[in-house]
Structures are given as C-alpha cells and as structure tokens.
C-alpha cells in the first residue's frame, strides 16, 4: 500500500525522464499474458481448416520449415500469410486507434473521424460503380480516397494550427458529406455491384498468398519505428498543449505527425483488407482497462488489436455457418468484449 | 450588465421569432412546390377542398404529409441531438450514440431479411420498438451495478451495443439480395411515399418526449458545469438524464420510425444554435427546435426539385447542405466546445 504515497512524493522533485520511464508492474503482466494468448491463437488458427492439424503438429510444421512435407505448405504457404496478417493488421489497426483517440483526447476519436474510413470507401464506389474497375486496383482507389479525404478534413481544420475540437467537427462534416454521397452511389449501383460493394466495405480478410499480404506488412515495418519515435511526444501531449510546450515538445508538428502515421497505419490495412471497423476504437479503450494505465497504451493496443482481428477472423471463416465479412465479426466480439468490460468495472465499483 | 443581458435575451427572441417565420415560409413552400408544377391558385383551392380534385389528393396525400414528417423529423432529430451533447457533454455525440440508429435498424434487418417485409410503412413500427428497445438496454448497461449512468459509460455502452447490432444487421443483409435491396433504400433516409400512416401515432409520442425536452431545459445548464457542481447547485443529475434518455428516445426513435436514419442533423444543428446563441442550453434547445425542421424540410425540397423527375433522398441532401455550413462555422469560431 505504500507505493502510491512513494510515487506521489517522487514526481515532483524528479525531472520528466525519471517519471516517463515509471513502469507499472501490472501493464507488463497483461502485456506478457496477451503475447502468450496471440501465440496460442495463432498456433489454434492456423491449425483449423479442412486439413486439421492439432497445435503440436503445427508447431513441428513450423519448424521444418518449407522441406517439412504437406503440412508445412498448408501452414507455411496457406494459412499462415492470412493468420500473420490478421495480427499484423489487428495491431496496425489498434495503435493507430490510440494515437487518434490521444491526439482528439475524444474516446470516440479513431482514424474514421478525419474522414479516411469513408473516403476510402467513396474511392472504391467511385471505381466500382461509375468508372468500372477490375478487383485489382480496388486497394488503390482505397487509397486514393483516404488519403484525398484526410488531406481535405486536415487543410479545412488548419487555423494557425490544427485544434482538436476543430478537427472533429470538420471531420464529421466531411464525413457526413461522404458517407450520404455513397449511400446515393449505392442506390445507383446494380444489386450485384452494390452487394460487391457492401461486402468490401464490411472489411474482409480473404487472403491467400505471401505476395497479397507483404506490401502491407514492409510498410507497417517501415512505421513501427515512427511509432515507437512518437510515444514520447503522445504521452506529453496527453497532460495538455502547455505542459507539452513546457517540456520542449514542438505541439503542432508532434500533432500532425501522430496523426499522419495513424492514417497511414490505417492506409496500409485498408488498402489490403478494406475497411474493418471498430478495432481501432475498441482496442485502445480495452488495452487501457486491462493494464489500468492513465493513458492509452500504444504497445497494449496493438496486442489487443491483433487478438481482436484474429480471433475474429477464426470466428468468420469456421464458426459462423456462412463465411462472413470479417469485420461484421469484429464489430460484434469488439462490442460483446467492451459489453464485458463495462460491466466488470461496475461490479468492481459496486 | 442587467440591461446588456436584456439586450441580448431581446435580440436572441428576434432573432427566434424570424427562424420561426421562416419556417412556416419554408413548410408552406414545401407543399406549393414540387415535382408537378401546380400554380399557387389551384394549391390553395386544393388546401381548401381536398376531395374536389387530383391537386387535392396530390397536396393532402402526398405533399402535406412529406411536409409534417419533415417538420417532426427535424424536430426530433434536433432537439434529441441538443439534448445528448448537454446530458454527455461531448460535442461527437448523437442522438445515434444511445443506440436509436443500430437498435431501429437492427429491428428494419429483422423485418425486411426474416420476415419479409418492403414498405416502410410496414416497418416503422419495427424501427420505433427497435429504437426504443435498445435504448434502455443502453440506459441499463451504462448504469450496471447500481451505479448512476455516467456520460462516459452510456457513451461507451452506446457505442458498444451499436457495432454488435450493426453486424448483425450486415451480416443479415448482406445473405439476401431483396432484404439488401429494401434496407439500402431505407437506410438512405427519406420521406418519399410515406402518406399519413403512423403520422399521428408516432407524432404524439414525439410531442410527449418534446415536452420532456423542454421542461429539462434550464436543468441542463447545471449538467453542463458538471456532475459535482450540478449536484451542489441542486440539480438531480440521475433524475434528469434519466428524462433526457426516454426524451432522445421518444423523439429521436420517432423521427427515425417516419423518416428512416438520417445522420447528421442531430450532430449539426445544435452546434449552429450555439453559434448564435452562446452557451445557454434554453436558448440553444429554443432554436434548435425550429433551425433543425428548417433543414430538413428545405432539404427536402431541394432533394426533389434538383433531379426532377427522380428525387435525392432527404437524408443525402442535409448533409450536402449541412456539412459546408457546419465546416464554415467550425473555422470562423473560436474553441468553442461544450
């Protein structure tokens, strides 16, 4: 009971390094236990499919590497690329939640909110519907409109300075403008297209190859060192605009940063996988719940993003009768587990 | 400073009365105006004389009752909105965020994918038990375990309950091509061919959570300073966002049964009211109630003079004609949250 009085007395007198770099015991156990279920998980997920295979043959295969016989193909070449890239975008998803949501100091905050979610999702239609696309170029079209879209709500929001408040109302408005431009995209689309549509836009995982997955992955690669480089300015900005300022934090370049490697974050998932909701929301709100931290914890979020993906997508492909979307699976398990949560903090409370 | 406030509570009563005018100019435009060009002679014959003509049924059948669902689904949409961001204080918030949206939707899927259903007049009903139903299981689950509905945990309840609806709903619909067909026109929110089917009823639950709304008023200033120094000036914070929540659901669930989910008009207006009228909840509740009817009644309008023949769903149209206005205003204001 002593180390609260302990740490109370410490922060004032120690400068901003001692305190940044408190830890608290109880993130690192929660940290440690979602490491070991993503490995399990992982195990579980590739093992399942009309060639089963227990955990233990799973790992062999694994370990034999390419020469190990059928088994190794089907993890190493069928299922791994999509179990791999459920984790990967899980957590992609779940950081990029966290820095939003921080940034905004909004819970409701997520990348959807600067408009990237809809905009993609207009690019596509724009392709699908008037222009006539083939498959293939649906991820650049994604791009193509997220990003147009983020950059539009960023420039409308800049006023000597992008403030948080600003940016959400103007996000919202574009937003709005967006999404009621796709719905009336939607009714001019034949059922079929509509439906082709509707099933990107929930947010799939339907990949089956190295090649489909590793363009995505070499570019999360590439920014998880920007995360990692931006953790410090995120938690001075958290405690305010001034107590940054006062730390040598540059506020609006930190700002603008954040939220450009959330919306690439974002980018790089959508583009793949189309637009899967609710991880970025729900990840961030339950990494913070379980680890107990006063922030948002980025590395927390993404062990939860990328347990939330999986297992949502071992959910779509074997346990719903019908294989669905997967994103209509995440927001579902999200919901139910932030359901759970909520409820466990108030027996808690009680 | 007493006769500056006089001042201002004398300019904010103009200013009331002429959005007030202006709406009944812009209801009255609404039935004059439409698709088929009728002289302003023969719609005010028809006003007279329903029965004696085509021009009467077209105006009471058609024109008319398009114009009353407009005016209470922009007045619910409205109010409800003004009155969850006070309740929540979060300016993101609306009126979907207590799960009226998902829930009537949710309900919508049910009775288009299992069911069977195609006419919105035959699902109304669905959408309102839907929107009403899970608006308390919101109310319930963000004050689980005896504790009082903090705006944080309804939000997050709000937000958790919603997405599991939504899947479900996706899921439902994207298995059945009619059942997809049917909710993609529901879900873009209009008010075309509704007639005068469930006005009545519907409408009366809307006036009953209006009169909530509006006695909730002048308590809402206390919750906007926050629950302990609410608490100390007095004010019931349980009692009153309990009568907030069933007022949000009665009106927002209403509009939503005649109209369809139209987003945004909640989110929007209450911020314009704001922009003319300082941070008064009364005053901000006052204007809303006639600013958000002006929009949707106008976008209406719009919606079917810009395509003729064909019409834009009303729902598309407010935020086309929203959205710039709310993006003008966000850059010229100062920080200027709840």
Redesign the interface.
Known sequence: MSAPTQQRHSVPEQGPKTWSRRTNPRATVVAGLLIAALGLLTVVAVGVGDYPLSPVEVVKAIFAGVDGGFASTVVLEWRMPRAIAAVAFGAALGVAGALFQTVTR???GSPD?IGFTTGSYTGVLIGVVLVGSSFLSTSIWAMIGGLATAAVVYV??F?QGV?G??L???G???T??L???N??L??QAQ??I??AA??WA?GSLNLTEWSQVWPALILLGVLAPAVWLLARPLRQLELGDDSAKAHGVPVEPARMAIMAIGVALTAAVTAAAGPI??IA??AP?VAARLMRTGGLPLFGSALVGGLLLLGADLIAQHV?P?A??V??????I???Y??YV??QQ??R?? | MPSVTAARQRRLALGWLAALLLLVVIAGASVAIGARDLPLSQVWAALLDRESSDAGTLVWESRMPRTVIGLLAGLGLGVSGALIQAVTRNPLADPGILGVTAGSAFAVAIAVGILGLTSPSQFQWFAYLGALGTTVLVYLLGSWGGRSANPVHLTLAGVALGAVLSGIVTAIVLADPEGFNAMRAWESGNLQDRGWSGVTAIGSFMVVGLMVALALGPSLNAVALGDDFASALGANIILIRTAAVVAVTLLAGGATALAGPIAFVGLMIPHVARRFTGPDQRWILAYTLVLAPILLVSADMVGRLVVRPAELPVGIVTAFIGAPVLIYLARRMKVNSL
Do not use: D, H, K
Not at chain 1, 327 to 332: N, S
């Open positions: 909004n819970s409701l909110i409308l929001a006023r403030q408040f600003r959400i109302i103007v919202i408005g574009i709005a403008m999404s009621s431009f719905t009336y939607l009714l059922t079929e509509a439906m509707s099933i929930a909701a609710f929301l729900a709100q719903v019908a669905v979307p994103g209509t699976v995440t927001v579902v999200g919901g139910l932030l359901i909520l409820a108030a027996r409370s009680a």
